[in-house]
């Protein structure tokens, strides 16, 4: 099932649970600056929740917010028991220290999943694995190779696929090009989470039968979006950019809300 249709059948099954429950889940979102991209995703983000029938606030606060006054905000929401998800749109402004932003997020309500001891599993390395299983793409004994080590894709999807069974083998930018192309080659699974357009390329040999997830995404000058795979591969499945990991990222974020809510602290 491709992706969009695939988003739009487990959003609707989350709209079901949430109406049949009859209460409201609730999400804050945290956002210090006001730049064009963070306005856009935060814009996408409450769209989503509303959807279908999370309540979203934004908390937006200036780009010369003081980290103790951020701290003081987040304290206050992992207290009050009317907020079940609360997430710190990325980037901060550079005098902020976003390791110790994330881990004073209460683990029961950090919904993107970055804290150490969240109860949450990151959303876009969980959004692509339900993903695959849901396609009865199989991982147990398979070659998968992920392509960049962030806290936030590249080392949990590692985690995960691990948990599944997956031969893992993580490369970043110390992976010489040599090898880069051999584990390519050799992929059953392959995760791209580079952040370069076009960085798998008609220079890399791939197996027929891969599957190719692209995380990449990566802004041209004309604005248009693309991904960290060059499109149309003769492979298996190769996830498109846009309308691909980011359906499913916004996807598992619901998701995560919506167990927050059921679950409490
Ligand atoms: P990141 O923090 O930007 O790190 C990039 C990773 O790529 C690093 O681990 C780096 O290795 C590795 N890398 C850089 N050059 C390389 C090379 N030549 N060969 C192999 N590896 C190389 O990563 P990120 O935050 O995970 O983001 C990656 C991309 O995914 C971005 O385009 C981002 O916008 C996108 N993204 C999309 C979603 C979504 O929902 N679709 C979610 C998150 C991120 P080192 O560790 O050695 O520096």
């Known amino acids: 099932m491709d992706i969009k249709t695939y988003v739009l059948k487990r959003k609707q099954n989350l709209k079901e649970r949430i ?9 804050v979102i945290i956002q210090v600056n006001d ?7 935060v814009a996408g983000k409450i769209n989503d929740a509303r959807e279908v029938g999370i309540s979203a ?14 701290l003081k905000k987040i304290k206050k ?15 901060l402004p550079k005098h902020i220290d976003e390791n110790i932003v994330k881990e004073a997020i209460n683990p029961a309500k950090d919904v993107d999943g970055f804290h150490p001891l969240s109860r949450f599993k990151a959303c876009t390395p969980l959004g692509i694995i339900n993903y695959l299983k849901d396609e009865g793409v199989e991982i147990r004994g398979k070659n998968v190779v992920i392509i960049g080590r962030s806290n936030i894709v ?13 031969n ?5 930018s110390k992976t010489s090009r040599e090898d880069l192309k051999n584990y390519v080659a050799n992929a059953d699974i392959m995760v791209v989470a580079v952040g370069r357009k076009h960085f798998i390329n008609d220079e890399h040999t791939l197996k027929n039968s891969a599957v190719l997830v692209d995380v990449g995404i990566n802004r041209d000058e004309d604005g248009k979006l693309t991904g960290d795979i060059k499109p149309g591969r003769d492979v298996y499945l190769q996830t498109p950019v846009p309308g691909g990991v980011g359906l499913l990222t916004r996807l598992t974020l619901l998701e995560n809300v919506l167990e927050a809510y059921l679950h409490g602290i």
């Open 19 to 27: 109406l049949k429950d009859g209460g409201t889940p609730s999400l």
């Open 35 to 41: 730049d064009f991209a963070s306005n856009k995703y």
């Open 57 to 70: 606030k934004l908390i937006k606060m200036p780009e010369t917010t003081r980290l103790d006054e951020l």
């Open 77 to 91: 929401l992992n207290k009050d028991p009317h907020v079940n998800g609360i997430i710190v749109q990325l980037p």
């Open 154 to 166: 590249g080392k949990p999807a590692a985690m995960l696929f691990l948990e599944e069974d997956g």
């Open 168 to 172: 893992v083998t993580v490369l970043h």
